[in-house]
C-alpha cells in the first residue's frame, strides 16, 4: 500500500500562485506513476498532471505551461506548483499513485486539498 498527504491549498487571488506537496510512504518501489487530479463541484475528477517514472509528464490542456510537476525523491514528495491561477482552476486537489503490486495494479489516492481562486 501507498499513504498520501497533500498540502499547501488555500484562498488565492486571480493571477497568483500556489505549491500543493504530497508526502507519500509505504510500498513505494511499486509505484509507477504519480499524478495530481481535481474535483470540482459537479463535476468529474479530472487528470490535472502525471509524472511517470521515466520522468515523462503529461498535463491537461487547460493547465499547460501555467501548472508544473516534479518529484523530490529523496523527500518522498512530489510537488504541483501553479502559476498564473484562474477562477475556473477552483476545485479540490487529489494526489494519486497508481502502482503495481504483487496482486496487481492498484490506485491510490489522497484526501485532498481544497484550492480556491477568487478575488
Known amino acids: 500500500q501507498v499513504h498520501l498527504v497533500e498540502s499547501g491549498g488555500g484562498l488565492v487571488q486571480p493571477g497568483g500562485s500556489l505549491r500543493l506537496s504530497c508526502s507519500f510512504s509505504?510500498?513505494?518501489?511499486?509505484?509507477?506513476?504519480l499524478g495530481w487530479y481535481r474535483q470540482a463541484p459537479g463535476e468529474q475528477r479530472e487528470l490535472v498532471a502525471g509524472?511517470?517514472?521515466?520522468?515523462?509528464?503529461k498535463y491537461a490542456d487547460s493547465v499547460k505551461g501555467r501548472f508544473a510537476i516534479s518529484r523530490a525523491t529523496a523527500e518522498n514528495r512530489v510537488y504541483l506548483a501553479m502559476n498564473s491561477l484562474k477562477p475556473e482552476d477552483t476545485a479540490v486537489y487529489y494526489c494519486?499513485?497508481?502502482?503495481?503490486?504483487?496482486?496487481?495494479?492498484?490506485?491510490?489516492w489522497g484526501q485532498g486539498t481544497q484550492v480556491t481562486v477568487s478575488s
Open positions: 509524472l511517470a517514472g521515466g520522468g515523462n509528464t
Open positions: 509505504g510500498n513505494i518501489a511499486s509505484i509507477n506513476v
Open positions: 494519486n499513485a497508481a502502482v503495481f503490486e504483487a496482486q496487481g495494479p492498484a490506485s491510490y
